[in-house]
Structure formats: C-alpha cells, structure tokens
C-alpha cells in the first residue's frame, strides 16, 4: 500500500509563495498519475492541480496562473509551487494517486496533509 506524506506548508502573508512536496513510499507499482486537493474548514475536499505520468497538467480555475504542479518521478514526489497566495487559499493540502478520466479520481489512502494559512 502506498503512503504518501505531505510537507511544506506553513503561514504566510497574502502574496506570498509556498512550495509543497509529497513524497510516496510503500508497494509503488508504476508511475502513476498524480494531484494536489485541500480541504477548507466546513468545505468539501477540491482538486487544485494534477500531473499526469508524463507531465501533462490541469488546475483548477482558481488556482491557474498562480499554481505550478511538477514532479520528479526519480524521487517518487511531486511538488506544488503556490505564488501569489491568497487569504481563500487557506486550507489543508493534500496529496494523492489519481485515474484521470472525464473526472479525476482519487485512487489511495489519504495522508495527514499539510496545513496552509495565508493570512491578509
């Protein structure tokens, strides 16, 4: 079973940038597709951004321009670089295997995320 573990979030100022990393370990079969979800208090988890195996990316309308998602399959992690950071991007972030179909499916077990608070 695969684990992966978030890391990299923080508190910072609106405009600021962070940049997450998700590291996976455990039975990893193949290279698989992967993205990026936070969950807001009293909000439903979202897709953020998604990267499939060879690096073809989607975000979601309100992070495009602002948002990259890359990965280093080498290292088995993918990264978020968050810039111009807003008090709404607020949310716990998380990391997962996705099918991507007409929707985006997440595949795995969810790890314990990495909190962001951009303060305004």
């Known amino acids: 079973q695969v684990q992966f573990v978030e890391s990299g979030g923080g508190l910072v100022q609106a405009g600021g940038s962070l940049r997450l990393s998700c590291a996976a370990s455990?039975?990893?079969?193949?290279?698989?597709?992967r993205a990026w979800y936070r969950q807001a208090p009293g909000k439903q988890r979202e897709l953020v951004a998604s990267i499939t195996s060879g690096g073809s990316t989607n975000y979601a309308d309100s992070v495009k321009g602002r948002f990259t998602i890359s990965r280093d399959n080498a290292k088995n992690t993918v990264y978020l670089q968050m810039n111009s950071l807003k008090p709404e991007d607020t949310a716990v972030y998380y990391c997962?295997?996705?099918?991507?179909?007409?929707?985006?499916?997440?595949?795995?077990?969810w790890g314990q995320g990495t909190q962001v608070t951009v303060s305004s």
């Open positions: 455990g039975s990893i079969f193949r290279i698989n597709d």
């Open positions: 997962n295997s996705v099918m991507i179909t007409t929707s985006t499916i997440p595949l795995g077990s």
